[in-house]
Every structure is written in C-alpha cells, then in structure tokens.
C-alpha cells in the first residue's frame, strides 16, 4: 500500500511540474541588432577609481586606492579611444601610468569581446569588468599582474582595477 502512494505521489508531482513548465508564455518580438563594441569604446575617458585587489589574501580584499590618481587641484589620466583608426592616446595624471603615452588597440573578439589589448610600447591586456555600449558612461578594465614563482610559472598575483567615467 505504501509504494503505490510513494508511485502516486512521484507522478502526481512529475505533472504538477509539466503543468506549470507549460504555462511558460512564448517570446515574441525580436531582440533587434547587437551593439558594436568598437564604437562604444569611442570617446574620452576620465578615471574615477582605482582598487587594487589582493589574490594572496584568502579573503580576496579589494582596496580603494584611489586617492594615488584623485588628487585635488589636478586633472586625473584620460585616455582618448578613437574607433576609427583604432589608436588611443593617453593625457596622464597623478598616479602611476600604466597605459603608455598612446598606440593601437583592439579586443579578443570585437563581435563579444572579453580582452582590450594595448599595443603602445608593450603590450598590455586589460580585462574588460562589463563591455560598453555608445550611450554607456561607465568604463570597467581590470590589469592583471604576476610572478615568478622561480620555476618558471607564471603566477597571477594582483589585479589593478581602473574606473573611467566618459567625458
């Protein structure tokens, strides 16, 4: 008598969950074009934060160091990102310039992009925190930097994280 409630139970659920998985109403419309990521990118840039966060420490603490590129009475770092030749230029600030003084750029994938590289005097890649679209103001790249452990791996260490505002 138990199992045939136990079997009962189990198809009575199992229909309860078809009954409400159909219930789902249909997409309709169209999500329309993608954004171009390139122009996104296009502009002028302006940094507003700079963290710094700790791969070391279990806890992984993100520290506010802003003010080492924030500084009263001075214009912080820009960066001028031009989509159609693809060069940047950098206007430097308070703070150490990682970005160089200007060069080529470009994404992993320009379609869904998770990189931005710098092509200056090294090449520098940036992990981008969200992509931008045009009408965006907000500009998220992350700086991983790493060690050498002494047998020849590379290990990551820290991340730089900078927040640009569009201007």
Do not use: H
């Not at 078809?18 to 329309?32: T, V």
């Not at 302006?46 to 603490?61: A, Y």
């Not at 001075?74 to 600030?93: C, H, I, M, S, W």
Request: glycine content about 10%; charged content about 25%; overall charge negative.
């Amino acid at each position: 008598m138990n199992k045939k409630l136990n079997i009962a139970a189990v198809l009575l659920a199992g229909a309860m969950v078809f009954g409400l998985n159909s219930c789902k109403p249909e997409s309709k419309g169209e999500l329309g074009t993608a954004f171009d990521k390139v122009a996104g990118m296009d502009g002028t840039w302006k940094i507003s934060k700079f963290s710094q966060v700790d791969l070391n420490n279990p806890i992984r603490e993100e520290r506010d160091l802003s003010n080492f590129y924030i500084v009263d009475g001075q214009e912080p770092l820009e960066l001028t990102f031009n989509k159609a030749d693809r060069t940047y230029t950098v206007v430097p600030g308070p703070g150490i310039n990682f970005f160089g003084e200007s060069g080529t750029w470009g994404f992993d994938n320009d379609a869904a992009p998770s990189n931005l590289y710098l092509y200056g005097t090294d090449t520098l890649e940036f992990n981008l925190g969200a992509m931008v679209r045009e009408f965006d103001n907000n500009l998220i790249i992350q700086l991983p930097r790493f060690c050498d452990d002494g047998a020849g791996n590379r290990l990551e260490t820290v991340i730089y994280k900078f927040e640009f505002v569009r201007q």
